[in-house]
């Protein structure tokens, strides 16, 4: 008699319930804990990926450089100045009679990944130039140096 009774109002309980189409604090509260512990593991690791990646686009971004910048070279006998800079890759500078650019698909000399302006110069510590990504603080003598010297 007693299990009838219980078993009675437990489907009552249900049916109301069912009928609110809701969730308890305690479901909700459960739901966020559950979240909370998937974004503190995972997320950490996607924006290590995040970092990882900018640091590669700007890797290939000079490399891209330099091959444009040998290509200017083996037209005009010379590498361009450091007041021609990047951009003579994409302009015709004043001093390049055989310039037979532009010399970048793109038709503009791109930004590094964080949005800064790399830095050419001429003549590099071991190279003919010296080609900088300053990285995501864009400070020099920063954290995040990128380039090719």
């Known amino acids: 008699m007693m299990a009838s009774v219980r078993s009675r109002f437990d ?3 249900r049916a109301r319930r069912d009928a609110q189409g ?10 966020l804990v559950i979240l ?3 974004m503190g593991l995972a997320g950490p690791r996607v924006l290590g990926y995040l970092s990882s990646s900018r640091d590669k686009a700007a ?6 450089f330099a091959s444009a910048l040998d290509l200017f070279y083996l037209d005009n006998g010379r590498y361009p100045s450091t007041s021609e ?3 003579s890759l994409v302009q015709r500078p004043p001093a390049a009679e055989n310039w037979s650019g532009p010399y970048l698909k793109q038709g ?4 590094d990944p964080w949005g800064h302006p790399y830095e050419y110069r001429t003549p590099g510590k071991t190279a003919p130039y ?3 990504s300053l990285g ?13 010297e």
């Open 108 to 111: 503009s000399v791109p930004a």
């Open 59 to 64: 890797k290939l971004q000079i490399e891209s």
């Open 22 to 31: 809701g969730f308890t604090l305690v479901e909700l509260l459960v739901v």
């Open 136 to 148: 995501a603080d864009g400070v020099k003598g920063g954290n995040g140096v990128i380039g090719k």
């Open 36 to 38: 909370g512990l998937v």
């Open 130 to 132: 010296a080609i900088l």
């Open 85 to 87: 800079g990047l951009q």
């Open 11 to 13: 489907q009552s309980v």
